[in-house]
């Protein structure tokens, strides 16, 4: 499948959904203002959500991580996964009311070499808005975190999107972890060695550093990628709208 240009990628970040010191504690107002930024905005959309203070507070407990191992806490999986369905359900509700009709599908879908773009067309040219999130799934020997960020990446290696859009907590990708003075306005992905990114508190799933890692991969695709602040709606609604003087923005090598 070539580029979709008409088919934005939205991740809701875990930190501006929810408020990640205060476990299973969500953003409610804040879902609602971003539901109705992308109900009126013309792209189509695929819609990633974090797991928040939902999802990486039980998977912390439990000692779930992106890393494939064998685990005995069997109801720490549990819960985990129950948190995020929890989580989605709010997510979706908060879609639907705000005029999109949400078609949750299972991360499981990783690894499946069956038609997926044609999966995802027919979903977009239904009407319907592709809602994905992460999620403790099996593998060879035991248990792994796929997080929201990896579904970002799987989704635009499948759609070839234009964009791709992460709301963070903040204005953009700041030069050092205090997250003083101005942002960056466009990342080079050379300098992601010498990047140095902070961790929250309940995070299980690695921080900016590893969002711009995954970003500068979707970047490789011909994906225009930017981080934007997500408590300010009418720069979201920009993004959305292909505006590039938002936040920091990683071009896409075409």
């Known amino acids: 499948m070539g580029r979709v240009d008409d088919v934005v990628v939205i991740k809701l970040g875990g930190s501006v959904i929810t408020n990640k ?10 879902v609602d203002s971003l539901s109705n930024i992308l109900g009126m905005s013309s792209p189509k959309k695929v819609v990633i959500h974090g ?4 999802g990486h507070y039980y998977a912390k407990k439990a000692g779930l991580s992106t890393r494939c191992r064998p685990i005995e806490d069997v109801d720490g999986v549990f819960l985990t996964r129950n948190a995020m369905f929890e ?20 991360p499981l879908f990783e690894g499946r070499n069956d038609n997926l773009a044609a999966f995802f067309s027919t979903l977009l040219s239904s009407g319907f808005t592709p809602v994905l999130f992460g999620d403790v799934i099996p593998c ?10 990896d579904l970002s990446y799987l989704v635009c290696s499948i759609l070839k999107p234009s964009r791709m ?28 060695g010498n990047f140095v990114g902070s961790n929250k508190k309940f995070d299980v799933t690695g921080g900016i550093r590893r969002k711009l890692e995954i970003a500068c991969k979707i970047s490789s695709l011909g994906t225009d990628v930017f981080f934007v602040n ?3 709606p009418d720069i979201v609604l920009k993004a959305l709208n292909g505006l590039h003087d938002v936040g920091t923005c990683i071009r896409g090598k075409r």
């Open 140 to 149: 060879k020997g035991g248990f792994r975190v796929i997080s929201g960020d």
């Open 165 to 192: 859009i992460f709301c963070i907590d903040v204005d953009g990708v700041y030069p050092s972890s205090k997250m003083d003075g101005a942002i960056i306005p466009e990342f080079d992905c050379e300098m992601l």
């Open 51 to 54: 797991g928040g203070s939902f």
């Open 87 to 106: 989580l989605n359900r709010h997510i979706i509700g908060s879609l639907y009311r705000h005029g999109l009709r949400p078609y949750v599908i299972s």
């Open 21 to 30: 010191d205060v476990p299973s504690s969500l953003r409610a107002e804040v």
């Open 230 to 232: 997500g408590f300010k």
